[in-house]
């Protein structure tokens, strides 16, 4: 059911992917809410549909193939793969890099955070002249990016590249194994179930000017629900809600707001990558620093008592400044006046005044704009 925030939108027609962008009249704050309480229970629909022996979906279209043509640069065109899960499951708050743990002694394993319903990740590959040049792997906030000749960054079969998707994340890597995102969060890939994408899938041209989608085949791909503004998934449930539960310290939240759709990802880049990287929070570059420094520094030491050390030497420095700051202006200033560098300034600027009077009649019948004889005072 659609949700206007944490109102649901009631009174309307049956939706589905040829009228799903009818929603944008209630605003960007539309949320695909589901009918299951998913914090509760486990309905069908959350696991997906599990592919058959040669990886295809036999009664779901998971996956949409969007084209898009870069006629005004050097590049031919760029195919996105997105692929659209029911459930996203959060990292595990215990599978981070050592010794983060640490931080955490009432956490448990499987107490995971960063959940939420619906979840769409992408692939995108490049082509020049009909050749493959570059492949990206979208990875939570961002991701990664591979040169197609690059035999070391990711695996292919034949001429297709393997993609492996964290478990629950659904973050797509170039090889299987534990990877390391937001600095120190684990993400787990494996060799698991094959399933290839485009068994079934819709397939769609972007064009970047009018933006819009047109459908290789109307008959069979909808076009309407590529233009839906809204989220799919529960909105993110507020901390008075008994479903909600925060990382204690570092703001995490058991349950965020579901994805916003394919428009959204960045469609028109200039490189492989998209062309802007987000703004790493305070925390994770704090959470950088101090990996950085415990292997020749830190380790041994608690990381509760190096994070206090550092807040109280901030806080003490912080102190320090605003105190000296306070202490000093009005010596500094006194020291000014009594150099005369007022004094001085004003009778340059005086002086200037005259030279311009003096100019004015030699010259009157030149206009000059007033605004040329305002001077700071």
Not at 100 to 120: I, R, T
Not at 136 to 149: L, V
Not at 208 to 214: A, G, I, L, V
Not at 226 to 238: I, T
Request: with cysteine; charged share 25%; aromatic share 14%.
């Amino acid at each position: 059911m659609p949700w206007n925030g944490f109102n649901p939108i009631e009174d309307r027609s049956a939706l589905d992917l040829h009228n799903l962008s009818s929603l944008n009249t209630y605003g960007a704050g539309v949320f695909l809410t589901s009918n299951d309480v998913v914090t509760t229970t486990s309905p069908t629909w959350i696991l997906g549909e599990i592919p058959d022996t040669t990886g295809a979906l036999r009664n779901s279209t998971a996956c949409a193939v969007v084209m898009v043509d870069h006629s005004d640069v050097d590049v031919d065109v760029d195919v996105f793969y997105f692929y659209f899960y029911s459930f996203n499951e959060g990292g595990d708050i215990l599978q981070v890099v050592p010794p983060l743990e640490k931080l955490l002694p009432e956490a448990k394993p499987g107490d995971h955070y960063g959940n939420h319903v619906g979840d769409w990740e992408h692939n995108m590959i490049r082509f020049k002249n009909t050749k493959p040049t570059g492949i990206w792997y979208s990875q939570h906030a961002y991701g990664q990016g591979c040169a197609w000749e690059d035999e070391t960054c990711f695996f292919k079969d034949g001429d297709r590249p393997i993609v492996y998707s964290a478990k629950g994340s659904h973050a797509n890597y170039p090889f299987p194994g534990n990877h390391i995102h937001d600095e120190a969060l684990i993400d787990l890939a494996a060799t698991g179930q094959i399933w290839d994408p485009v068994k079934p899938a819709y397939y769609y041209r972007y064009d970047p000017d009018s933006k819009t989608f047109e459908a290789a085949d109307p008959s069979t791909s909808p076009t309407d629900w590529l233009y839906f503004d809204g989220q799919w998934g529960d909105k993110q449930y507020p901390d008075s809600d008994p479903r909600q539960q925060t990382v204690r310290y570092f703001g995490l939240k058991k349950y965020n707001d579901g994805p916003n759709g394919p428009q959204f990802k960045n469609l028109v880049r200039k490189g492989v990558m998209p062309d802007h990287k987000p703004r790493d929070p305070l925390m994770k570059k704090l959470v950088r620093w101090y990996l950085s420094m415990y292997g020749c520094c830190l380790k041994g030491y608690n990381p509760w008592a190096v994070i206090v050390t550092v807040v109280l030497a901030l806080a003490l420095l912080v102190g320090l400044t605003v105190f000296a700051v306070r202490k000093l202006r009005p010596r500094v200033w006194t020291w000014v006046q009594r150099k005369g560098w007022l004094a001085s300034r004003k009778q340059r600027i005086s002086r200037l005044e005259q030279e311009d009077v003096q100019l004015g009649l030699l010259e009157p019948e030149r206009i000059e704009d007033e605004s040329r004889y305002r001077y700071p005072e």
